[in-house]
Each structure stands twice: as C-alpha cells, then as structure tokens.
C-alpha cells in the first residue's frame, strides 16, 4: 500500500506499529523536509556537472557518504532530548530540471514531474512572479545551475570541514558555480530573528506527531499532511515508497536601513507615541518584533513566541490584511498552500539587529535571507503564495495593498492603516511602502529520495 500522503493524522514516526511503507519512505527520505534540521552554520554549493557518468557517481558518493535519512534525522533528535548525544551535520541535495537532463534522462522523462513550474525552471517564472529581469540576478543564478548542495551544522568547523570534502570530490568535469553562506541570528530571548529584527520560522506546517503534541492547539491547527511537502520521487526504484519534495531557493536581499526608516515614518505619520510606535512594523510584518501576533495584542507581550491564533476576529483593524504573515498564511483557508520554510539568513552585521538603533546605522544590501522552502508543488505552493497573495494588492479585500515585506511589482494603488490598535478610524490613504526585498537569483530544485541517488 503506497504511504498515505493525505492523512491529517501527524506522523507518529517511533511508533512500533509503524507501517513497512512508511518506514522504508523515512529511511529514504532527506532530512530538513518533515523537521526542520539544525542549519545554524549552512554552506550553500551550486554545481553543475557536465558529464553523465562523473554526476551520477558524484552523487551516489555523497549519497552513500555523506548523506542520512530523514529517520536517523528524528532519531538523533530523540536521542538530543534525552541524553544530550549531539547529532551529525545535515548534508541535502536538490537537482534542477537542467540537472536531471545532464545527468542522462531523456526530455521524455523529466515530464514524469507532475509540476509545470519545477519543468520550467526559475529564469523561466519571471514575469509571472514578478521577479528582477535574469540579466540583473548576481551571476551565478544567471547560470545553468545543475544541484545544490546544502550543508548545516549547529557548528561552524563541521561545515567547513564537510564543505572542503565534498568540494575536493567534484570530477574534474563538475563546476562549482558559486557558494552563498548561512548563518543564523538571535536575539536576546534566543529565538531566531531575520534581518529586520523580527522572530522568524515560528509558524511551520509540523507533519509529526512530537512536534504537533507540544503545541496548543485551541484556535490554530499546525498539523498537516504528508501531502503538503512530499511527493513520489518518479525516478526513484519504488514511488510509492520513495519520496522527494520540490525545493525552491531564493537569495533575497534586505535593505534594512530604508525599511527601519519606513518604519520610523509610518509611526510620524500615524502619530504614535513611545512604546506604540512598534507598531508601525508590525503592520508590516503582522508580529511584532518578539513574534506576539498583532492580532492579538496592541503591544509586545514577551514570553514565549505564541502560533495559536487566527485572524477570524480581525476585520484589519488591528492585523492589516497585508501584514506578511496574515498574506502568507490567512489561516480561514488555504491550508493546502502551506510550505515547509526552511532558509537562513546570511551576510554580517556589525550593528545589533534588535535594538533601537537610527536607521542610519543600519546595512542597505549585502545582507537578507537565503530563502528555501520545500513543496508538494511550486505552483500551488510558492508561486502561488508569491504571485496570487504577496504580489495581490486585492487579495482577501480590494486596495489593501501588496505584502509590504516581500510583494513584488509595481505598487500603484493607495492604502490607509489603522490609527489605533483595533479602532475603525483609519490613515488618509497614502503610496504604499516601498520595496526593500530584492531577489538576487534562485532556482527550482528537486530534492530527491535516497534511493534514487544511492541507485546513480
Ligand atoms: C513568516 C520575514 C520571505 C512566507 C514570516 C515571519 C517573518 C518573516 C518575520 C514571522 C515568523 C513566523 O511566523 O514564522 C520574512 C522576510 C522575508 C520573507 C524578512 C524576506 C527577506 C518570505 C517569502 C515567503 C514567506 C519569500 C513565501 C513566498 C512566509 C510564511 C510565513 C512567514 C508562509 C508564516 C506565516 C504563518 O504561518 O503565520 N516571514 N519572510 N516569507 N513567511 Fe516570511
């Protein structure tokens, strides 16, 4: 029986009645797509390859090498919990539709791939997503890129180690096109914060039952099917036990200087005083900055980051309606649009990212978030968030705007916020707030079952 992918009953991985299907897709599958790994430190390798038969043992090495399963994955975590037995870095592959072509299979073939937009590739997608022309991406994304290879540690020196070994691996014929570097950031309450200063990867679609029981779940169901992120892996020796995901990778760069000043002149504009000005950004974000939900609450509430909510008592009074995380997720519907995000952040910073700190003294490039996010489909999933939601300045309610942190395209209409937190009484309607998001490159990925790159 193939491994049921619509179940909405979470995933009780260690159970003893686990069924053999499900067990042998765990053991298949990459790790970082049913649990988030720990990627603190991340190597990001972008190769091509060049020869049939160099890629495919390139792979299979790594593969037989290099590579654990999404089981042993959940197992070293178990064994975390409980005897504190740190666990291996995470090693992830991904292949584009350019890959699989170099790596011997036919046009034919490729269409095996149920989705359109993994078919087409990312340089393909532009217009519709609203992305920057292919010529402006940095060069490396201007580039056939074959795989990505994806390593993560909670420690620097295993990912430099492992990054060198699996460089001086690549054949003679492979080329390494480019390299991007993750590295995570916190902030004084320990919990991992983006480049603008707020929470970030709180809310995730969990698919097992260890992550889902330690969740309140009175308002907000964060359970979800298998269906949301896997797929068959149509090459691998047996689909119905084999699974990948679709991988999507976005480097998006962040001005954070102009977006602290967007910050700083909505709350002149709207006339909010000391401790209210917060939330100038977080009708931008839809969290504050500690992550409390601006929903539910007018003011930073502290204590641990709360996903328990909906927007069901909120006519945009209190959580505009294109404050990022309502556009992402609504959470009255689209549930089948839930992605598993995955990326990091990158680039220095020599000021802290939490603090109070003038927008002068803040970086305007070089720094943002290497975006990835696993999928069932790139169409129904990312794109779809991308294009339909973010980019929709009428999604949900006509001129509410597009998503003031990732929207893209050209922001012609008007919008009003509201003056007070829960009150009908609204801004004058004023521009939108500009963009301060910038897609640099990115490409769409499979990332395959063990089985296919084992069998190379
Ligand atoms: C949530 C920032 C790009 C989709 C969040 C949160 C922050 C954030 C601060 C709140 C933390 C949380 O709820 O987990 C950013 C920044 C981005 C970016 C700074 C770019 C530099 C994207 C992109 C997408 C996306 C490209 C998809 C197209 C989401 C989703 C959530 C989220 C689905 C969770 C919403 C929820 O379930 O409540 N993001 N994000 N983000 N973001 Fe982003």
């Given at each position: 029986m193939p491994v049921d992918l619509d179940n909405e009953r979470p995933l009780a991985w260690d159970s003893a009645s686990l069924d053999a299907d499900t067990k042998a897709m765990l053991d298949n599958l990459q790790p970082n797509i049913l649990r988030a790994h720990v990627r603190e430190h991340m190597s990001v390798l972008f190769v091509?390859?060049?020869?049939?038969?160099?890629?495919r043992a390139f792979l299979r090495r790594l593969a037989t090498t290099k590579m654990k399963s999404a089981r042993h994955h959940l197992e070293e975590v178990r064994d975390f919990a409980a005897c504190r037995w740190p666990g291996t870095p995470y090693v992830g592959v991904g292949i584009s539709k350019a890959g699989y072509r170099d790596l011997g299979h036919s046009a034919e073939e490729v269409r095996r791939f149920g989705?359109?937009?993994?078919?087409?590739?990312?340089?393909?997608?532009?217009?519709i997503v609203n992305d920057p022309p292919v010529e402006e991406w940095e060069r490396t994304y201007q580039r056939e890129i074959h795989a990505v290879i994806l390593i993560g540690d909670a420690e620097r020196a295993?990912?430099?180690?492992?990054?060198?070994?699996?460089?001086?691996?690549?054949?003679?014929?492979?080329?390494?096109?480019?390299e991007e570097r993750g590295q995570g950031m916190r902030n004084l309450a320990g919990d991992g914060i983006e480049h603008f200063g707020y929470?970030?990867?709180?809310?995730?679609?969990?698919?097992?039952?260890?992550?889902?029981?330690?969740?309140?779940?009175?308002?907000?169901?964060?359970?979800?099917?298998?269906?949301?992120?896997?797929?068959?892996?149509?090459?691998?020796?047996?689909?119905?036990?084999?699974?990948?995901?679709?991988?999507?990778?976005?480097?998006?760069?962040?001005?954070?200087r102009a977006f602290k000043e967007i910050e700083r002149d909505l709350a002149d504009g709207l006339g909010l005083q000391g401790a209210d000005r917060e939330r100038a950004g977080a009708m931008l974000v839809g969290r504050f900055k500690d992550g409390t939900p601006l929903t539910l609450k007018p003011r930073?509430?502290?204590?641990?980051?709360?996903?328990?909510?909906?927007?069901?008592?909120?006519?945009?009074?209190?959580?505009?309606?294109?404050?990022?995380?309502?556009?992402?997720?609504?959470?009255?519907?689209g549930r089948e649009v839930g992605m598993a995000r995955r990326?990091?952040?990158?680039?220095?910073?020599?000021?802290?990212p939490w603090d109070d700190s003038p927008p002068e003294e803040r970086p305007s490039g070089e720094v943002g978030l290497l975006f990835m996010a696993f999928n069932s489909s790139l169409l129904g999933q990312f794109e779809f968030?991308?294009?339909?939601?973010?980019?929709?300045?009428?999604?949900?309610?006509?001129?509410?705007?597009?998503?003031?942190?990732?929207?893209?395209?050209?922001?012609?209409?008007?919008?009003?916020?509201?003056?007070?937190?829960?009150k009908p009484e609204t801004s004058v309607p004023?521009?939108?707030v500009a963009q301060t998001v910038t897609m640099k490159g990115g490409e769409y990925f499979f990332a395959p079952s063990l089985a296919y790159l084992r069998n190379l």
């Open positions: 091509r390859f060049n020869d049939v038969a160099e890629g989705d359109p937009v993994f078919r087409d590739g990312m340089k393909r997608r532009v217009a295993p990912v430099d180690r492992l990054r060198q070994e699996i460089i001086d691996d690549l054949p003679e014929s492979a080329r390494l096109l480019g929470v970030d990867g709180r809310s995730q679609p969990l698919f097992l039952a260890d992550e889902v029981d330690k969740e309140p779940r009175k308002h907000w169901d964060p359970a979800f099917p298998l269906g949301n992120v896997l797929v068959p892996d149509p090459f691998a020796p047996d689909p119905t036990r084999h699974h990948g995901s679709y991988l999507v990778f976005r480097k998006l760069e962040q001005n954070v930073p509430a502290g204590g641990p980051v709360v996903n328990d909510f909906t927007f069901d008592a909120d006519d945009g009074s209190k959580c505009p309606f294109s404050g990022h995380v309502r556009k992402t997720n609504p959470r009255s519907f990326g990091q952040t990158y680039g220095e910073r020599t000021d802290d968030m991308q294009q339909t939601w973010a980019n929709n300045p009428d999604f949900e309610m006509p001129a509410t705007g597009h998503d003031p942190v990732i929207g893209q395209g050209e922001r012609d209409i008007e919008v009003s916020f509201p003056k007070v937190w829960g004023q521009s939108q």
